[in-house]
């Protein structure tokens, strides 16, 4: 048998299967709502009960099921946003921490005797470029005097 044919013979054998299927489905339908309109002759004092409940019972699971969705959408949007952001602490620390240390050193007078107190803005600029020139008639002593190293460079930088 060629594959054409295999095909074709493939193809009529679901429709076929579909209109069983099809056929099975809408009798077992019929059938169903047969009986429950036979079900549904009661007295006079219980009319109205069955629908008002399956309509509220539908409405609380479909609510529940949306309120459900909405919750895992923002959950996982939370998620995504805490990752990121925890991407960009990770990465900023290391420069953080460096930065602070080189602020320390330049604010302790132990280690840099420029330093004493709480330096103005102008005598800050000037001590951070630790160049040796005024800064708005600033002028502060390049640290160390004698140019050896310079303390606010690390080895890695």
Same mark, same amino acid.
């Given at each position: 048998?060629?594959?054409?044919? #295999?095909?074709?013979? *493939?193809?009529?054998? #679901?429709?076929?299967?579909?209109? !069983?299927?099809?056929?099975?489905?809408?009798?077992?339908?019929?059938?169903? #709502?047969?009986?429950?309109?036979?079900?549904?002759?009661?007295?006079?004092?219980?009319?109205?009960?069955?629908?008002?409940?399956? +309509?509220?019972?539908?409405? +609380?699971? *479909? #609510?529940? *099921?949306?309120?459900?969705?909405?919750?895992?959408?923002?959950?996982?949007?939370?998620? +995504?946003?805490?990752?990121?952001?925890?991407?960009?602490?990770?990465?900023?620390?290391?420069? +953080? =921490?460096?930065?602070?240390?080189?602020?320390?050193?330049?604010?302790?007078?132990?280690? =840099?005797?420029?330093?004493?107190? !709480?330096?103005?803005?102008?005598?800050?600029?000037?001590?951070?470029?630790?160049?040796?020139?005024?800064?708005?008639?600033?002028? *502060?002593?390049?640290?160390?005097?004698?140019?050896?190293?310079?303390?606010?460079?690390?080895? =890695?930088?």
């Amino acid at each position: 048998m060629s594959t054409p044919k #295999l095909i074709r013979a *493939v193809q009529a054998l #679901l429709r076929q299967v579909s209109r !069983v299927a099809s056929g099975l489905t809408k009798g077992l339908i019929s059938w169903l #709502l047969r009986n429950l309109l036979r079900l549904g002759r009661r007295p006079a004092s219980q009319a109205g009960f069955v629908l008002p409940t399956t +309509i509220l019972l539908l409405l +609380i699971v *479909v #609510l529940t *099921v949306g309120a459900i969705g909405y919750r895992t959408f923002t959950r996982s949007q939370q998620a +995504i946003i805490d990752r990121q952001q925890q991407v960009v602490s990770n990465a900023a620390t290391p420069v +953080i =921490d460096r930065a602070k240390s080189k602020i320390e050193f330049l604010l302790d007078s132990r280690k =840099d005797e420029r330093g004493g107190g !709480v330096p103005s803005g102008d005598q800050l600029v000037a001590m951070m470029t630790n160049d040796g020139l005024p800064v708005n008639g600033t002028t *502060v002593a390049k640290f160390p005097q004698d140019g050896s190293f310079d303390p606010y460079t690390f080895e =890695d930088e």
